[in-house]
């Protein structure tokens, strides 16, 4: 199992770029990288995912290098609304069961106006 | 709106107390997921049913249970209550057993379970 490492909180503000970096070194062949995103008192939702290079959806882009030993969640022009708890979770592919929903402590995003 | 659905919302008990919590999933996914939340411990991993059978265990405590019927509901039974036991349960679905290999997992809006 991959263990991820992210940092612990980060702080920006309103209408800025946020870059979230875990390191995953042991990650495995068949492993995707997936982000999820906590509020407090309710459960994670889904933010993106990964396997290599970039990916991009409505709310956010996940870059992922050629080694991909780490990889970036990048929230564009974020708001106070996205102020949450952020986690990187990397697994899945043929190791199959919940091994791609192993949360570490994630990354408190606190936005600021 | 996840489409999994959690009941009870709240749960007051006391100590030495049997509780049993139950999760709807999404309609189709055959997978289900319990993960216990606590202040100090962070999102735990307890156990995972894939259509019907365990399918993984995580750090699930011997007083804990868990079942996924026919219907594919789930539920956690949770036994000889500790205080420590006193947390946010969360229930998630997801249509594949392979977690992460392009799938995603919806969460429910949580148990919130204190034991007094």
């Known amino acids: 199992l991959a263990k991820t490492t992210q940092p612990i909180s980060m702080d920006s503000y309103e209408g800025q770029e946020v870059n979230i970096t875990c390191s995953h070194n042991n990650i495995a062949t068949n492993d995707y990288i997936t982000w999820y995103q906590q509020f407090p008192s309710q459960g994670p939702r889904f933010i993106i995912q990964?396997?290599?290079t970039k990916v991009t959806n409505e709310v956010a882009s996940l870059f992922i290098p050629a080694d991909r030993k780490s990889s970036t969640l990048s929230l564009p022009r974020v708001s106070l609304s996205d102020t949450a708890v952020y986690y990187c979770?990397?697994?899945?592919?043929?190791?199959?069961?919940?091994?791609?929903?192993?949360f570490g402590k994630g990354t408190h995003l606190i936005i600021q106006p | 709106d996840s489409g999994v659905t959690q009941t009870p919302k709240h749960l007051i008990t006391a100590t030495g107390q049997r509780v049993t919590l139950r999760c709807s999933p999404r309609s189709g996914d055959l997978s289900v997921y319990w993960y216990q939340q606590s202040l100090d411990q962070g999102l735990q991993f307890l156990i995972q049913y894939y259509n019907g059978e365990e399918r993984a265990k995580g750090n699930i405590l011997e007083r804990f249970s868990a079942q996924q019927f026919p219907d594919l509901h789930s539920e956690l039974n949770l036994s000889s209550l500790e205080l420590g036991d006193s947390a946010l349960y969360f229930c998630a679905s997801s249509v594949g057993a392979l977690q992460g290999a392009d799938t995603e997992a919806f969460f429910g809006q949580g148990t919130r379970l204190t034991v007094v």
């Open positions: 979770l990397v697994g899945g592919g043929s190791g199959g069961g919940a091994d791609g929903l192993t």
């Open positions: 990964g396997y290599k």
